[in-house]
């Protein structure tokens, strides 16, 4: 089955430096690669996906890179501010269509002022 | 769409107690997910559906825990009889299709087993 890990667990940052987390897996079939934000008290909501067929994709300060043959694909957080301190989880979909999906465990950043 | 319904938001019960958590996710989205989340063990996918049909509950904790869905617009989650470690937010969630499109999570029931 599909082994996620995530890190770093926590990440201070000072405001406006850059965050990086990274997620790995361990099935390589896997084409649908989401990052998702969970602020305090809140529900996880997607931020940002990248599908196989590209290596890396950006919206405004968030990108997402992925590399299949070494199996990580990374979230990328630039100019970071106040708002963007949260949970953040990585999802790799499993090899098989019908095996379950596994959550990394979450990295919790902080940004600091 | 008001997106993915779950209710109570909050459940405060006795150990012993039956509990039965509810959910209502986006129309047309053809699975559906049940996570339960402690800071101990982070987000744990407990059951999913496919077409109303589960697919994998191997994550239920065990046989007090049990999901139904008897339509493609609703869900229960069942806990009986209750107990103080099953004190946590359990998320619903869906999407179009299992592994390959965003997951639309509900807000979450906060349950408490005194």
């Known amino acids: 089955g599909e082994n996620v890990e995530q890190h770093p667990s926590t990440l201070s940052v000072q405001e406006g430096d850059s965050a990086v987390i990274k997620c790995t897996y361990s099935d390589s079939a896997s084409n649908y690669f989401p990052w998702y934000k969970q602020e305090l008290g809140k529900r996880p909501q997607l931020i940002i996906d990248?599908?196989?067929?590209?290596g890396e994709k950006k919206d405004q300060r968030i990108a997402v890179t992925l590399n299949k043959t070494a199996k990580h694909f990374s979230l990328h957080i630039t100019e970071t501010q106040p708002e963007d301190s949260a949970v953040y989880f990585c999802a790799p979909p499993p090899m098989n269509r019908d095996d379950k999906i596994i959550f990394g465990k979450g990295t919790r950043l902080h940004i600091l002022p | 769409d008001a997106g993915v319904i779950q209710s109570p938001r909050h459940e405060v019960t006795e150990m012993g107690q039956e509990v039965t958590l509810r959910c209502k996710p986006i129309?047309?989205?053809?699975?559906l997910f049940w996570y339960r989340q402690t800071m101990m063990r982070g987000l744990e996918l407990l059951i999913y559906?496919?077409?109303?049909?589960?697919?994998?509950d191997s994550g239920m904790p065990e046989d007090r825990f049990s999901a139904k869905m008897p339509n493609a617009s609703f869900s229960t989650l069942k806990i009986q009889p209750s107990e103080p470690r099953d004190s946590a937010v359990y998320f619903c969630?869906?999407?179009f299709g299992q592994g390959l499109y965003e997951q639309y999570f509900g807000p979450g029931t906060r349950l408490t087993v005194t």
């Open positions: 129309s047309g989205h053809n699975s």
């Open positions: 559906f496919n077409n109303n049909v589960p697919i994998d």
């Open positions: 969630a869906s999407s």
């Open positions: 990248i599908r196989s067929n590209v």
